[in-house]
């Protein structure tokens, strides 16, 4: 590790390279989106690099499929693994029953469907996500282009009902463009500031048409291992 990296990079870096510990030979592992998960893949291309650790690995995003060609890591696809042995991704907040928001990144959707093909999520995070309720971060929403305005305002016509605080959405941009996930869609973040039942707005969110998925992950993370600037880990 470089000693010239940010706190929040070494915490980032002491999650992962813990996380690493978890992966064995012969595992197929999806790999997940994002800058704590960029660690994680490197501290495994090391690991096969320098220790012979032999592992398939499944990523999240062509961003992530990039970085673990380049660090030597095998890459299939989903169909191809069929079931994992093990994810490592991050998140973007973390409560106490492991519920999360994801899809910062704009990666959620392959992100939910490789982690729920997993016998065991892990997330990575540095000590900035861990929140006593979801929904200070904004929850992103991938919805198809078709008619994305019609998708919005029916969201938001839902939102009234629904226990959060608030309700503004915006289309990410990627610069004076709409964001375009891998699948090609597009992505709603949902300024809600306090989610009250994640579990019901899950549902809820995924049974509106033009909706694809949303960043709420219920019940599907299994521990977290948090990192601390001073090479500390806890764990959840
Ligand atoms: C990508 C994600 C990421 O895991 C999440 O945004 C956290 O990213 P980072 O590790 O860069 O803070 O969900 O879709």
Not at 29 to 39: C, E, K, Q
Not at 131 to 141: K, S
Not at 161 to 173: C, E, F, H, I
């Amino acid at each position: 590790m470089s000693s010239d990296l940010s706190p929040i990079d070494k915490a980032k870096f002491i999650s992962a390279k813990r996380a690493a510990q978890f992966v064995e030979s012969g595992m197929k592992v999806g790999l997940g989106t994002g800058s704590t998960a960029a660690w994680l893949v490197r501290c495994l291309g090391e690991m096969v690099r320098d220790d012979g650790l032999r592992i398939k690995g499944v990523p999240t995003s062509t961003r992530t499929a990039e970085l673990a060609r380049q660090v030597g890591i095998e890459v299939i696809s989903l169909d191809e693994a069929r079931w994992l042995d093990l994810t490592i991704d991050g998140a973007d907040e973390f409560d106490g029953d492991l519920n999360l928001i994801k899809g910062g990144g704009g990666a959620l959707l392959q992100e939910k469907i490789v982690a729920t093909a997993s016998d065991q999520m892990i997330v990575i995070s540095d000590a900035s996500k861990e929140v006593e309720t979801l929904g200070a971060f904004p929850l992103p929403v991938e919805v198809i282009p078709f008619g994305w305005q019609t998708t919005r305002a029916l969201i938001e016509e839902t939102l009234v009902s629904m226990d959060v605080l608030g309700r503004d959405t915006a289309l990410r941009m990627n610069g004076a463009v709409p964001y375009v996930t891998d699948e090609g869609n597009h992505i709603l973040d949902l300024h809600l500031r306090r989610i009250g039942n994640a579990r019901q707005l899950a549902l809820v969110l995924n049974q509106m048409p033009g909706v694809v998925e949303n960043g709420l992950f219920i019940d599907i993370c299994d521990r977290v291992i948090m990192g601390f600037a001073d090479g500390r880990v806890e764990l959840r």
